[in-house]
């Protein structure tokens, strides 16, 4: 295994609540997203102590590879994009939580199959069969996965267990397309269901522009179409399109980039 990097050993006080049993199921989890937001996010976390004891991830993507191939990739995603944050305590328990799967996401005959592998892990780590499936996917996608799950039981819950779905923005590329998105959805799963989500929301560049206006009476009063004439936004990132030409040719880039406000 990879050398890590030593940290102290006291566990600092945990702040917030634990969350519960489950097994969090990543569409895409060979991709982008995954690499840089989900994994480190996830790895905070358990660094943070608020990952359930019960936890457990199952990876799902085209790429081929195994669980141990997989638990090497998110260590050097984890080192590329967390740092020096890495201790031998908390990567060892929390690596062994992390499950691969390779399909393609149109195939029938995958969902069944993960739908066993889910019992397995729930088995193996009493994850009390609480399942959020997280779609770290092209926009394309998000509603063919859903109705295979919602086919195969796979949203089926009870009093004893919650099944959850997460769509990442881009939620449409218009009204009229993320209102006939949201209508299948609620076909196939309840609204309690369902999360939307847009990570850039919490970026503080978006957030601190809200503060600096609404939080400065000098400003407030005049940051209208009456005296603004224009706004030019500069999206000026070190990270380019990469390897991710297919999903922005379809998804578009600005609008990858543009947090729903």
Known sequence: MA?????????????GK??????MVIFGAAGDLTARLLIPAL??????????????????????????????????????????????ATWESFSR???????????????????DRLAKIDSDHSTHQNVFFYMATAPSFFEPIVEKLAATGLLEQDNDHWRRVIIEKPFGHDLESA??????????????????????????????????????????????RRYIDYVTITV?????????????????ALRDTTPSV
Not at 18 to 23: A, F, K, N, R
Not at 47 to 74: P, T, Y
Not at 189 to 198: H, K, S, T, V
Not at 201 to 221: H, Y
């Open 3 to 15: 050398q890590l990097a030593e940290q102290p050993t006291a566990a600092a006080p945990r702040i």
């Open 18 to 23: 634990q969350g519960d049993p489950c097994v």
């Open 43 to 88: 790895y905070n976390l358990a660094r943070a102590d608020l990952l359930s004891k019960e936890f457990a991830v199952l990876g799902v993507a085209r790429k081929q590879m195994s669980d141990e191939d997989f638990r090497k990739q998110i260590l050097e995603d984890v080192k590329e994009y967390c740092g020096d944050c890495i201790n031998d």
């Open 97 to 115: 939580r992390f499950y691969y799967f390779a399909g393609d996401f149109n195939d029938d005959q995958l969902y069944p199959k993960i739908k």
């Open 179 to 224: 209102r006939a998105l949201n209508q299948q959805l609620l076909k196939l799963a309840g609204e309690n269901q369902i999360y939307r989500i847009d990570h850039y929301l919490g970026k503080e560049t978006v957030q601190n522009i809200m503060a600096f206006r609404f939080a400065n009476g000098i400003f407030e009063p005049i940051w209208n």
């Open 236 to 252: 000026a990132e070190t990270v380019g399109v990469e390897h991710r030409g297919g999903y922005c040719d379809h998804a578009g």
